[in-house]
């Protein structure tokens, strides 16, 4: 076996073919791994001097073909990436062709894509499995479209990709030649393909980057330590963090530099050890394992206040602050924070995650945030005075924190249940169980959330709630206004509000006791209800900034027309807000359509293909009907939730108004 790094380049260049064998599944990757591609390729070449970009492993073995061809290479593993990488040139090709550009048409095709001097199946570099091989060749000839598949959703994405990007194809395709690396692992003939590839994929799994670290480490310790070493450090880790091995490397690389992307850690590992000896980079790398495992398993710390603070980062499920809090971890073994300074910091980086949650920040900066904040906290001279969680604050609070009347609005509609959200919102019903302070604390880990205006309505709700109750129920069902807890769940059901009612005074819990003083439940009474609860939660995470520093501000409707819509980065004149509505849905429906889908699923009432049953609606460009007799209020709270669910941010849609 022969393993040596190397560039793309060299691998694909020449007179030869790779043949992924049949065993090897089809092509299966997905929009998710071509973006990130994508988004690693345009950093690159935005820089000025990038950087050498490892994608993986590829692991061939020669093999022959009768009669004898060109050079042919059994694709053992690595082919989703390499296959990948085709389809990319393909697309860039195609473009170049759009542009009249010849010469990088000619360039890509002769050099890289084909064997332009051979017939048959040898004109072509690469070969897919029998299931791929139509729609591939029909892409390296530049013939018409085929039916769907993943290899020509591939090629789509891509080639829209390019057309939208202002970013020079040449310094794509230079990328890709230039800057993309490999490790090639090249076997013997002797060696049985199908056993290599079982090997690699032992339980389904691919080579991992944490397996080529560990061979990189291991090929710098002396054979006669290995295994030793091996025993002490490096095998516990695997014990002790399973399939998070490589995300665990990824965030120890991170705490000290740059935010780390998951395809450079191999390389990252290298450039810090270089020609040091390995063995105490290997023992630090164990130190800090051990604090990653309690930030993924809370129960292994056994300091009982530290713990409880784990777990309530933990269910924000934002892993992106891992990095911060291995340092943190580090700060306070090591004695120079105390318990109480660990404790503040928990309490801030909750109350700056919670904010951003609730009021829908855009998520996408925050690894950028948490690789920075340690530096910066330590080192940065503009915010060297005063202890660490103050330095904290002065940084988080310019990160787009939330202020108190943002937070409290965006509390009184945001959908809170759902998906990812409904642990957020059972962390939130329980703190604000907890602020009560009662002297005989209910055991909340028994408890779930609690729909009072239940998720599916019967004929007693629908005449309860009068004759706008779709609205009402489309709008404030998962609403903190409608939301407690209760051990009862099953039993409440869709139950009348009288029957709830009498349950909820049978209650332990302090939540519950308002409800005695309700006679109905409908849109006011869940409003009352939420502007109540908002104002505890602004207390129970009270704003930690300067209120002078410049942060998200509400966007106040009373007495305000609107103007301008400005979405993802686009300006639309609206002169009503059905208008804002209307243009608004029509945007995510043409750049996210299953987001769409989504919207229809969760506002049927309000979102439709059947105009029976609206009052007054407008049709989109997309043949589908919208309700629009609702209220400014309304309208603009739904377009915040059709946000949330399109997965695009506060910050990509802001409406202009003027006063009227």
Known sequence: MQASETKLQQIIEGTKQYVVPLFQRPYSWKKSEWQMLWDDLIELSESDNPRTHFMGSIVTIPTTSIPEGVSKYLLIDGQQRLTTIFILLCAIRDRAKETKDEELVAEINNTILVNPYKKGLDYYKLQPTQIDREVFHKLIRAESEVNSSEIQECYNFF??????????IYKIHKIICNNLSIVSVVLSTEDDPY???????????????????RNYFFMRIHSNNQESIYKQYWQPMEMLLGADLTEFIRHYLTKDTIDVKQNEIYLQIKEKIKQDDALPHLQDL??????????????????????????????????????????????????KISEDEFIAIFQTLENFILRRFVCDVQTRGLNRIFALLYSQITKDPNVTSGSFVERLKIILQSKDYPKDSSFKERLLDVKLYGSNRTEKA????????????????????????????PQTLNNWWKEHLGEDWSITHDLFVHSLGNLTLTAYNSELSNSDFITKRSEYKKSHLELNKYFEQCDVWKRDTIETRADYLANRIVEIWSYFGDESVGTIEPNVLTGKVPKVLFMCGEEYSVKSWRDVLETTLNNIAAIEPEHFKE??????????????????????????????????????????????????????????????
């Not at 604090?291 to 777990?311: A, Q, T």
């Open 426 to 453: 059972k962390l939130i019903l329980e703190s604000l169980e907890e602020s009560f302070q009662h002297k005989e604390q209910v055991d909340l880990s028994k408890v779930s959330i609690e729909h009072v205006m």
């Open 195 to 213: 056993l290599v590839f079982e090997s690699l994929n032992a339980k389904g799994r691919a080579l991992t980057q944490a397996d080529l670290i």
């Open 599 to 660: 919207i229809m699923e969760q506002f049927p009432r309000l979102v439709g293909a059947d105009e029976k049953g609206f009052r007054s609606t407008r049709k989109l460009k997309n043949g589908i009907f919208i309700e629009t007799n609702l209220s400014a209020k309304y309208i603009y709270s739904l377009c915040l939730r059709s946000i949330e669910i399109a997965e695009l941010s506060v910050q990509d849609w802001y409406v202009d108004t003027v006063k009227s």
């Open 159 to 168: 080639l829209r990709k390019i057309r939208q990007n202002i970013t020079d």
């Open 286 to 335: 164990h130190k800090f394992a051990n604090y990653y495992s309690r930030l993924l398993n809370p129960d292994l710390e056994n300091n009982l206040k530290i713990r409880k603070y784990l777990k309530r980062i933990d269910r924000l499920e934002v892993s992106t602050v891992y990095p911060f809090l291995l340092n943190c971890y580090e700060e306070w073994i090591q004695n």
